[in-house]
């Protein structure tokens, strides 16, 4: 069965430090990765995936993420945060239903970056 | 293109009434999800269709929960009869699914229930 976790409910950051907020999964196969963002009283946005080719996957206002097949992780990254980019964060993998896709989520990060 | 519209955005209803979620998919996608999100339970998967077929209903929590596709564009999910535990935010979300692939949902706004 496929799945995925976040390790940490949440993560507290410094503004202008480097930020990461981890997942792992587990899938039998390549896995497909995504990464979601949830601002307050909106629903998820959509900041990059990787399904193929290059481990490091840059996305929306300056995250990237590392995909590591050794590790089963798919860690989100961005090298200085912002004040802004405080919000809830989620991971997703591919998961199968009835011989089609569909997304499985992790439980959420929540982001706090303080000034 | 205005994407996914759910509407109403917040209800506030009495328990043993009858709600009706809506939900307009982005123009050209093929897949609506129904999601369901509270403090407690996290972001589940209620429902999803594929080309307006039902394909996994398995997260629909009991009986009183419905949904519909009527037409490639829009969804209800119904309640009936709603119960205070139902009190949550329901999103819908839209994608264009491709054989063997998987492309990324886009989020309607949410409708938050308040069942009293």
């Known amino acids: 069965a496929q799945s995925v976790a976040q390790p940490e409910d949440q993560v507290n950051v410094a503004e202008g430090n480097p930020l990461t907020v981890k997942c792992t999964y587990s899938?039998?196969?390549?896995?497909?990765l995504f990464w979601y963002v949830q601002y307050p009283n909106r629903g998820l946005q959509f900041l990059l995936k990787?399904?193929?080719?290059?481990?490091l996957v840059k996305g929306s206002y300056g995250f990237e993420a590392e995909f590591n097949k050794s590790q089963t992780s798919f860690h989100l990254k961005k090298p200085s945060a912002l004040v802004s980019d405080s919000a809830l964060y989620f991971c997703?993998?591919?998961?199968?239903?009835?011989?089609?896709?569909?997304?499985?989520f992790g439980a959420g990060t929540r982001l706090a970056v303080h000034p | 293109d205005a994407g996914v519209i759910q509407s109403p955005r917040h209800e506030v209803t009495e328990m043993g009434q009858e709600v009706t979620l809506r939900c307009k998919l982005i123009?050209?996608?093929?897949?609506l999800f129904w999601y369901r999100q509270t403090m407690m339970r996290g972001l589940e998967l209620l429902i999803y269709?594929?080309?307006?077929?039902?394909?996994?209903d398995s997260g629909m929590p009991e009986d009183r929960f419905s949904a519909k596709m009527p037409n490639a564009s829009f969804s209800t999910l119904k309640i009936q009869p709603s119960e205070p535990r139902d009190s949550a935010v329901y999103f819908c979300?839209?994608?264009?699914?491709?054989?063997?692939?998987?492309?990324?949902?886009?989020f309607g706004p949410g409708t938050r229930l308040t069942v009293l």
């Open positions: 979300a839209s994608s264009l699914l491709l054989a063997g692939g998987l492309n990324e949902q886009f």
């Open positions: 997703a993998v591919r998961g199968f239903s009835g011989g089609y896709n569909k997304l499985i």
């Open positions: 990787y399904i193929t080719g290059d481990n």
């Open positions: 123009s050209g996608h093929n897949s």
């Open positions: 269709f594929n080309n307006n077929v039902p394909i996994d």
């Open positions: 899938v039998s196969g390549n896995p497909y």
